[in-house]
């Protein structure tokens, strides 16, 4: 009311100067208290810093609170978007999947703020209520039951359903969705003509999946648009598993939504050779292959898309010709700028493995024939990639690294401890992991034991500790992000090179 009084007393003038001039006590009336800040400490932070433990862990509460405060007058917010993957991605389809499918998934289709809608928790269950009720929904086990993605502040997803969220006591049902975003499938309805929520909505769209069209009224991804108001990303259905079209885009995924098709066939053709029915459920007669593109040097992942394949020689030349000039720039000691000199050519060793090479689409991954980036040769059919294992290219680095048979050996047996610790981290970190571990199938490195392996892994948070100490929390972080930000510009915009040989 107080704020009602003042506005209407600005007859409309809201500059500085019309505010400036109305009396002190009036605007502090106004103006929305000041949150009650919380204390971080030392240890708060240490935990916080440790950012590739993405789920819960004792000591380490939400970040949120800390950052804006605490307001109690203002009661707790959800976010929610609508996206096809929720309803087409079912139980047994992820089943197939690696455990962290999902958050990778949304890592290279992130959420845009075009896709989410905001209100209060309590009105997002009310309406979640409202919606289990038009739909005839009463309980977890019912065939009706629509899935609900449920993802926290820290990007991880629980998989949960409608009537899950819904159930039992409301307070705690508020509390699990307070502060986290609800990703819906388009099959719950509940979006208003106007752009609110409202569960008591029906359905209004259907996905066309001849025509490759986004369900237009819930699931807008693929409306995330560049200065010419053509798409940055799009996912398209396709009898293939193989897409030629779309060359101005690149491939991150391709995901077989019915991978029991051929056993179903070869049922179906036992049992009556040449009958109709069989061939009408052949894959060419079904749109069973989900394609996810985004537009190269445009997207905010760009290491995940490239126009053409990038040879693993040419994209380690472009980072060195990218870091250079960055840590020329800096203030830095000339033993820690030597080292980031270094760092530039070993950062990708790692990739020099068969299962990183088809986890990209190289059609011939052998050695000689190493690739950083997939893309669509010319006048060749686009490289198709696929996950192989959870191998992570980078931990393979350290190891190739630490490797006294290796050439580059002798160039890190020169550093001094200290920079050698400096090295080994900041490669191991420029995709997010190390700080302070690898997850247990990331460091499943073809080319040496599992004893090694886990050798170099618990080294790494050690390691982590010590250089956290000496550099500081944001120390160290600054100078992970120069390696980063060296090969993120070149993943952008590759130079023109012929098989790695500088232009």
């Not at 690149?250 to 056993?263: F, N, V």
């Not at 990209?360 to 024939?369: A, E, V």
């Not at 580059?408 to 020169?414: E, G, N, Q, Y």
Request: aromatic share 8%.
């Amino acid at each position: 009311e107080k704020t009602l009084a003042l506005l209407r007393k600005l007859q409309g003038d809201a500059s500085p100067a019309a505010i400036d001039a109305l009396p002190a006590q009036e605007r502090d009336d106004a103006f929305a208290p000041p949150p009650r800040t919380l204390p971080a400490t030392d240890i708060l932070f240490d935990a916080w810093a440790m950012t590739s433990i993405r789920g819960p862990m004792p000591g380490r509460p939400p970040l949120a609170p800390y950052l804006h405060g605490i307001a109690e007058w203002e009661p707790p917010r959800t976010s929610i978007a609508w996206r096809m993957e929720v309803a087409v991605l079912s139980e047994d389809l992820l089943a197939l999947q690696d455990e962290d499918f999902i958050e990778t998934l949304l890592e290279d289709f992130p959420l845009k703020p075009h896709e989410l809608l905001s209100d209060r928790s309590d009105r997002i269950l009310e309406n979640l209520k409202k919606a289990a009720e038009r739909l005839g929904i009463t309980s977890d086990d019912d065939p009706s039951d629509v899935p609900i993605w449920l993802m926290d502040d820290r990007s991880q997803v629980i998989r949960t359903s409608l009537a899950k969220l819904i159930d039992g006591d409301t307070k705690r049902a508020i509390e699990a969705i307070a502060d986290c975003t609800l990703i819906l499938s388009p099959k719950l309805g509940g979006l208003t003509a106007s752009g609110l929520f409202n569960g008591a909505e029906p359905y209004r769209s259907e996905w066309n999946r001849a025509s490759n069209e986004a369900d237009t009224a819930y699931d807008i991804a693929d409306r995330w648009l560049d200065e010419t108001d053509k798409p940055r990303r799009k996912r398209v259905f396709s009898d293939q598993p193989r897409l030629d079209k779309y060359d101005d885009m690149s491939l991150i995924h391709t995901i077989d939504t019915d991978p029991d098709a051929e056993e179903r066939d070869e049922e179906a053709g036992d049992l009556e050779e040449s009958s109709s029915e069989a061939e009408s459920s052949t894959p060419s007669g079904s749109k069973r292959f989900w394609h996810w593109l985004v537009k190269p040097r445009d997207a905010e992942d760009a290491t995940r898309a490239s126009a053409v394949p990038v040879t693993l020689e040419h994209h380690t030349l472009d980072v060195a010709d990218k870091l250079s000039p960055i840590i020329d720039a800096l203030n830095l000691p000339g033993k820690i700028k030597e080292t980031f000199t270094q760092i530039a050519h070993w950062h990708d060793l790692g990739k020099k493995r068969e299962c990183f090479q088809l986890s990209i689409g190289n059609p011939d991954p052998s050695p000689g024939n190493w690739y950083a980036k997939s893309g669509k040769p010319k006048g060749q059919p686009r490289w198709r990639p696929r996950r192989v294992n959870g191998y992570r290219h980078e931990f393979g680095s350290l190891l190739d690294i630490l490797d006294p048979d290796q050439e580059h050996f002798a160039v890190f047996a020169k550093l001094s401890p200290e920079m050698q610790d400096l090295a080994l981290h900041v490669i191991a970190a420029h995709h997010g992991r190390a700080r302070p571990h690898f997850s247990g199938d990331a460091i499943a490195d073809p080319n040496f034991t599992q004893e090694d392996s886990e050798e170099a892994a618990g080294k790494s948070l050690c390691r982590f500790a010590r250089l956290q100490r000496k550099y500081g929390r944001w120390g160290l972080a600054y100078l992970e992000s120069l390696l980063r930000a060296a090969d993120w510009a070149a993943s952008a915009n590759p130079t023109p090179r012929e098989k790695g040989v500088p232009a």
